[in-house]
Each structure stands twice: as structure tokens, then as C-alpha cells.
């Protein structure tokens, strides 16, 4: 494509060399630059990408996008200024990739905790339906049935269009993504065209980045405030901050809800540890997922269905026949009789409801030992909050590591067991090594009991100073079994 093609739909303040050249390939990433392509240099948390315009051009970028043109310049490469990269490089991206989303029904889904299971879900309801889709999540992308792992809950804004891109080729009607609060606010998702937005909730996370709680729902707003008027946005009417996601948004608004009045509505009629059966907007359907906070998960998947056009009594017979998405509350049943669930609670919020849901089911007939930790090098204030709710809703507590990342595990179970008084602690015991956590555990268990091992879930690996050893949660539980 050629240069000036690309810069058609952004406002470009000066250019140096010509914009009739062709341009093979975008990259924000110096490392990855191949002859011919456009290097965007990004202003980052680490570095400044503009530190890196001789080495992209050395590599064979022919044309470079920055905020400010270097001194020292080279004959046949074109340099464009413009007044933020970081606002203009998803609508290069897009367009370089034709506008993928425009070409297909992109859903994005966005809160503190819910998107993977409802992206996810809505992917497997609509591939079911006999659709051909697309997922981008925190777990796995997918292009129809090709796995591409995925290192990102929103991909950046090269790979993302790539991979949407990637989507249209292989016939894909539509895409179901995750926007993460971090990928909304460095614009990762710049230039895209939505069909439809979601709202799960909101609760504190991510404070190492955002800094205030008000900066973090602000960054979630934003994506509805860029949805088109062609667009639906489903908010989340249960949630305290539901109504002010939507509250600048041009596209149609619907709500849904478990407790009030609503576009969609639900309650649980009768639940147990294989599933639940709820009504439906006056519907009866049997489910196969526990928890409250599922129903709110689903009553989003249900509403986005029925505003991508699907009948009501289709979506209900789809939606029984969904399973637990990885390590979302998957439960593993012992030989001895006791359950262990694993799940990817790694916020105080999510801690509270997944031991709700567990409490729901198990009414009083076992005990509940809960073993978690907390990832290092991320948001430090949820430590002490995470380790409360475990307590609070525990017989015994574990505490151990999740990612230590480049921190010592010991601080990090510091600043966890700072949270509890004398009288907690004495359900708890700390012992860093994760695998000797769940072991205990299991020793502890009778029959009857459920052991949560949270914050997890599908990962399967454990991040130690910038190295990912082997570890699955599921696979230590089973040689406990
Ligand atoms: C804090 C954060 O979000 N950082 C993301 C950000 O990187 P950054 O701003 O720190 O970039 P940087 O390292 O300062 O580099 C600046 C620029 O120079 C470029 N560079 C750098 C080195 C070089 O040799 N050459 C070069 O060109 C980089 O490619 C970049 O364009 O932009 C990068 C490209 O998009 C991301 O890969 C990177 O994610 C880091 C690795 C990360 O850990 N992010 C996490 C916190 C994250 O994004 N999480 C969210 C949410 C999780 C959830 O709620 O589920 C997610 O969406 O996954
Ligand atoms: N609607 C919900 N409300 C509260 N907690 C939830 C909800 N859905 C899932 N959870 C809990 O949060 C955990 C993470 O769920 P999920 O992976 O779907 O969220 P996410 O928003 O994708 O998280 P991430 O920000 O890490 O990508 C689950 O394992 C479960 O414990
Ligand atoms: N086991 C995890 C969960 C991380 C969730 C992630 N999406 C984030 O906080 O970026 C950890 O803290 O290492
Ligand atoms: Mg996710």
C-alpha cells in the first residue's frame, strides 16, 4: 500500500520525503521491522520509541510516523510528524489491514472481571450456531478453529489488526475480543469499528498503572464513548458504575440484571454443583455453570445474541449446551470425594464472588480451604484486601505465591498476611512453594469439601524473574489425586 493511502485518515503536521512510496508492512516494534515497512515510534512506560528510528531504518523501513523528526535524516526514507502516534497508530494499523472490522460483526467486551468467559462464551455459542468466528481473549486466540497463543489480554494494535485481518480471510462473520482498561487507554483498539460493546463491572485492579480508581473507569468509558451509533452497548444495571459507562455513548443502549428491571433479565429458579436452572426473560433454561456472577456473564452473552439479531429461544438451547471456559471455576472431582475448583480470581472482588458461589452450592455440607496468592509487580493495594476475602469466607486459608514476577515471593505474602488481624491468621498458614500449598491442601481435605485454588486458572506457567517455569494448577491437583 502506498504511504500516502495510509495517511488519508489521520491529520499529519509535517513531512519530510515523499508520500508516494510503497509501504510493506506497520511495526511500532524496532526488533521486528522488515524491508519496506512503516516504523510508528511510541512513547512507552519503559522507553521512547523514537530512540529507535536509526535501527528500524537500518533494518529497511522506508518511512517513519513520530511526533518529532529527527535531526539526522536519511535520503530515501519518508518522516512524518504527527502531533500523538499513539491517537493515529490503530487507524494506520486498520487501515493497512483493510478495515477488517468493518468486513466482519466485531463484539468487544470490557470490565474488571468477566470478559474472558464472556468472549468466549459468545465465540462458542455463535461458532455452535454454525458460524464462522474469530476470539481474541487472555487465554488463546482464535481464527476459527487455528489456535495463535495469545501474551496479551488485548493484543497491540499491529497484531490485533493482523489477526482481525487474519479473521476476514479465513471467512470469519464475527469477532468476539476482550478490551482491556490498559489496551483502551493506550488505544490499542484506535480505529476499530464495533457492532457492539459489553459492560461486566467494575471493582479495583490495575491501580499500579492507572493510578485512581476514577482514572480506571474512565479508561473503561472511553470505549463507549467511541462506539458508533450503528452499535449496542449492554451495560451492566446490577453495577454501581453500569449507567455511567454508557452515559456518553451514541450507540443503543440496553441493560441487563439479576436484581431490577431490565432488557434482560434473570434469576436462579435451582442450583447445584453440576449447574443451574434459571428463568430467562420469562424463559426456562438449564445451565452448566455455578455462580451468581455467571448469570450475570450470561444474561451479557444472551443480550449481545439477541441484538446480533439471534431468536431468544435459539440463543436459551445454545446456551445449555455451553461448558466452564479454562480455569473459570472448573471444578476437579477426587477420588476421596472432595472438589477441587479452579479458578482465575486474582482480585478481591473476584475472590468474594467465586467463594459466594461456591457457598451457594456447597449450603453449609463441607468445609471451604482456599489456597491464592498474588501476582508480584502489579497493583500492591489489592494484596491485603484479596487475603480478607479469602479469610472471610474460609475454614483454613493457604497462602502462597502466583507470579512473583521480579519480586520476593516472601514480600509479596507480607504484604497479603498485613491484612489480617490476630484472629484471622489463625486460619492461615503461609507457605511459599505453590506446589507444596496445593499438596496441603489436599491433605487437609475430607470428603465433602471443596479447595479453591485461585488466581491462575489456565496459566501454565509460573513467571520467576522474567522466566516462565512450567506450572499448571490442574496438573499438580491431579498428581495430589
Ligand atoms: C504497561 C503496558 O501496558 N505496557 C505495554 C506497552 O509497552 P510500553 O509502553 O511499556 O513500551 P516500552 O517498552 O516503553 O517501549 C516503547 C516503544 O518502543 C518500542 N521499542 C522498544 C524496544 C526496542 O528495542 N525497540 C522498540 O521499537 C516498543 O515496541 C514500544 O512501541 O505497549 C506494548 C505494546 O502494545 C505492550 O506489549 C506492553 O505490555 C506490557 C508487556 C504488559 O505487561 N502489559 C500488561 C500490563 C497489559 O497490557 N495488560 C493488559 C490487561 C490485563 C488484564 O486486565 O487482563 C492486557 O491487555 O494484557
Ligand atoms: N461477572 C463476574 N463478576 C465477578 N467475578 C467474576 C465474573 N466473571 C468471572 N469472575 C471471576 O473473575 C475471574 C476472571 O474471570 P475472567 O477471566 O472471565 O475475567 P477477565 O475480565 O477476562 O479477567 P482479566 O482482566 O484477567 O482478563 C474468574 O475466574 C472468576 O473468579
Ligand atoms: N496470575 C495473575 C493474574 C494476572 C491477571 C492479569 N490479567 C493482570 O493483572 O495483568 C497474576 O497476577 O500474575
Ligand atoms: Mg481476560
Redesign the pocket.
Known sequence: MKLKELLKNITVLAIKGSDDVEVTGVNIDSRRIKEGHLFVAMKGTQVDGHKFIPKAVELGAKAVLCEVIPEQTEENVTYVQVADTEDVVGIVATTFHGNPSTKLKLVGVTGTNGKTTIATLLYNMFSKMGHKCGLLS?VCNYIVDETVPADH?TPDPIALNELLHRMVDAGCEYAFMEC?SHAIAQKRIGGLTFAGGLFTNLTR??LDYHKTFENYRNAKKAFFDMLPKTAFAITNADDKNGMVMVQNTKATVKTYSTRSVADFKARIIECHFEGMYLEVNGREVGVQFIGKFNVSNLLAVYGAAVMLGKKPEDVLVAMSTLHSVSGRLEPIHSPEGYTAIVD?A?TPDALENVLNAIHEVLDGKGEVITVCG???N??KGKRPLMAQEAVKQSDRVIITS??P?FEEPQDIINDMLAGLNAQQMKKVIAITDRREAIRTACMMAKKGDVILIA???H?NYQ?IKGVKHHFDDHEVVRECF
Open positions: 487472555t489480554t482491556s485492579d490495575h482465575y486474582h498474588a501476582g508480584g502489579r497493583d502466583d507470579n514476577r488466581g491462575k486458572g496459566e513467571e
